[in-house]
């Protein structure tokens, strides 16, 4: 018998009995909506957790920080100086895609006729494209760069136009753009402001002159209130901050930046970039070890992921055993239909129908089964998804801030590959539910069958 | 001739309850090719029986059934299957029909079974639809047409495979007389046109004119055989 011929005399039996056939198609359709949803509502609190994480900062990003420099490591070990040897270690873990000290000064600028306070984060100029730090405008920073900078898109807002009256405050328009500005930066916190009974001091701190090349978007991270600058660069600042304080140290005039970064023992912060999200926590493992403070936002993640991992296995449950009363309702109305035709199927034998035959007939038969109440249930299931997700059925879904505002997460979703899954899914577990009563079909007795009425 | 079917000291014991009954017992019989064969007895004689194990829908409890050269009482349930679609046709007496399928379909269902292209099986069941004077009546379902029109339909499935031997099974039992003349006149023309064997059971008198050899059975066992009034396809002019 062709396969054509079993696919539409299937069909045709199962249109005889139009109002069984459509109830246990519902019935798959429930199950498998039921799979679906349930998966979907996990999937979405998944995908929640790792945007309400994102908004930390970068999951593929560990910061080092040297706390305990110096010091021993619980099990006797003497903590080596977080330096260039270490940052060189640190690459050469598994999974580490590269790594930057981090150095962080605050200086004052001046653009125009604006004047703000500035924080500036040195990076190695190469490990910026690995940071994922997004760009609105311009180049990120490269090899070579020296007195370039790449600006976060909040910083325009610390500045400010100094010659009015103290007492009111003029903001920098917001039409500004730093790129064609002439541009410099100073240590004298007073720098580029002048008022009454301020002090100068001793030796004057010479400005430096500095360039914007990028601009960075949102990343809703550290990188949108700072400028990124070459490592070696703010290395070299550092410097000049240190000789400058010592110049005029007791002279009690000007005011001091505060600086963070480099000591004679090597570096305070590390960024280190893994290539793989799960690789994420064991190399922050060995770097702990290691005797340093650690921190990434998918500790958080991990956390979140296991208090909800109970919540969604009970759903997978619900949804399985939705499926499986779906599959014996197949079953039950194959075995009904089987009492119903068992005349009909010693005729068939009898005018030559093959055992293969009758088992396939009734195994099509589950699987259109199946198909139909698969698509139907995928129909149904976007439907409640976008009912779910419209009338925000807090299950869950929850609310998050952005720069932009609130920002409603999903409660439901589902993506291609469950629906996929789910429509391979519905006639496979339907043809399973058949074997057993295909194979009943095809061992009726032949005489036995044709007696009966 | 030559022989076309083959029964060597054929058994078939049935077990009701603690009783066992011989349904046929020790028949040995040889049936030749284009031969019209009554199998005839009262009700209980066993004669369904011995037509079920000819047929290959039945085993034997001992003994051996020949077709042709083939035995078919050692046959897998697959090997008969496919042996019926090659040499079998069957006629039943309530028609055996699918309900739901048209006269067309009907007779079309045992080719697909052989897995025939359905253009050429619908071509076939409408030449032999038209031999049976059911021109009119393809479309029609078989809760729509007379009895005497649905074993019309049945005989044209019987034959659409071309078989070698076709067995019928009481095919006139629900048939008034006249009908019942009609229906033989068909098979035996048919059977006729490429030299079938016909097998009929009954226990219609109108029928064994119709045949070459009519064979008695009781209690399972042959009583006497007759040679009909008919030789093999004989003009027939029973009317």
């Known amino acids: ?173 917001e039409d500004f753009n730093f790129m064609d500005e002439k541009l410099t930066i100073s240590w004298d916190m007073n720098y580029g402001e002048s008022y009454p009974g301020m002090t100068q001091p001793k030796v004057k701190a010479k400005p430096v002159k500095v360039q914007v090349v990028g601009k960075v978007g949102q990343s809703g991270s550290e990188y949108d209130w700072s400028i990124i600058m070459p490592f070696d660069t703010v290395k070299k600042y550092q410097k000049e901050i240190d000789k400058w304080n010592r110049q005029n140290s007791g002279s009690g005039g000007g005011m001091y930046p505060v600086s963070s970064g480099s000591t004679d023992q090597g570096y305070q912060q590390v960024i280190v970039k893994a290539d793989d999200i799960n690789e994420v926590v064991n190399i922050m493992d060995q770097i702990s070890e290691l005797g340093y403070g650690c921190y990434s936002p998918i500790q958080i993640l991990e956390d979140m992921q296991q208090q909800s991992a109970g919540l969604r296995q009970i759903l997978l449950g619900i949804g399985i055993m939705s499926f499986i009363i779906a599959a014996i309702g197949i079953a039950n109305t194959m075995f009904m239909s089987i009492y119903e035709r068992t005349r009909e199927i010693g005729i068939i034998k009898v005018i030559g129908a093959k055992l293969k035959d009758i088992k396939r007939i009734f195994l099509m038969e589950a699987w259109w089964i199946g198909l139909f109440g698969g698509l139907l249930g995928i129909g149904l299931s976007y439907l409640l998804s976008f009912l779910l997700n419209k009338f925000n059925v807090n299950l869950g879904s929850s609310t998050i801030w952005t720069p932009e505002g609130e920002m409603t997460l999903d409660s439901s979703y589902i993506p291609i590959w469950l629906s996929a899954v789910a429509l391979a899914f519905a006639p496979v577990a339907s043809l399973l539910a058949g074997i057993f009563p295909s194979r009943r079909a095809m061992k009726l007795n032949v005489m036995a069958a044709l007696r009966q009425d | 001739m030559s022989v076309i079917i083959t029964l060597n000291d054929v058994y078939r014991a049935y077990r009701m309850g603690p009783e066992r009954i011989m349904a046929v017992d020790g028949v040995s019989l040889e049936i030749e090719e284009g031969e019209i064969c009554c199998l005839k007895g009262p009700s209980g004689s066993g004669k369904s029986t011995l037509l079920h194990l000819m047929a290959g829908l039945d085993r034997p409890s001992k003994g051996s059934i020949y077709i042709g050269k083939t035995r078919i009482d050692k046959l897998s349930e697959n090997q008969l299957a496919v042996f019926r679609q090659r040499y079998v046709g069957f006629i039943f007496q309530s028609y055996y029909l699918i309900p739901t399928l048209t006269a067309l379909e009907n007779v079309a269902l045992p080719l697909t079974f052989c897995g025939i292209s359905k253009n050429k099986r619908i071509m076939k069941a409408k030449e032999l639809l038209e031999s049976v004077g059911l021109k009119d009546r393809m479309g029609h379902k078989p809760s729509q047409m007379s009895g005497g029109q649905q074993q019309r339909v049945s005989i044209a499935r019987s034959f659409v495979n071309s078989p070698k031997v076709v067995f019928a099974d009481e095919p006139t039992g629900n048939l008034d007389t006249a009908t019942t003349y009609e229906m033989m006149d068909l098979m035996t023309n048919l059977a006729k046109e490429s030299n079938q064997t016909l097998v009929i059971v009954t226990h219609d008198n109108e029928i064994s004119g119709y045949a070459s050899r009519i064979i008695n059975i009781r209690d399972g066992k042959i009583e006497k055989i007759q040679n009909g009034r008919k030789m093999h396809h004989e003009k027939i002019n029973a009317r």
């Open chain 1, 1 to 173: 018998m062709r396969l054509v011929d079993s696919l539409s005399l299937s069909i045709k039996n199962l249109w005889r009995r139009k109002l069984r056939t459509i109830l246990t198609v519902l019935g798959v359709a429930i199950g498998c909506c039921a799979i679906v949803i349930m998966l979907s509502l996990g999937i979405a609190m998944e995908r929640n957790f790792m945007a309400q994480v994102s908004q930390m900062g970068n999951i593929m990003q560990i910061q080092v920080y040297n706390y305990n420099q110096g010091g021993v490591t619980p099990d006797g070990k003497e903590i080596p100086p977080l330096d260039d040897n270490m940052i060189a270690r640190f690459e050469k873990m598994k999974g580490v895609q590269g790594a930057t000290p981090v150095m962080n000064i605050y200086v004052k600028m001046m653009a125009g006729k604006y004047v703000g306070y500035v924080s500036i984060l040195g990076i190695r100029a190469d490990m910026f494209s690995l940071l994922d730090i997004p760009l609105e405008e311009g180049r990120p920073l490269e090899d070579g760069d020296t007195n370039h900078m790449v600006i976060g898109q909040y910083v325009p807002q610390n500045f400010y136009n100094p010659k009015v009256s103290r007492y009111s405050w003029e903001p920098m328009p």
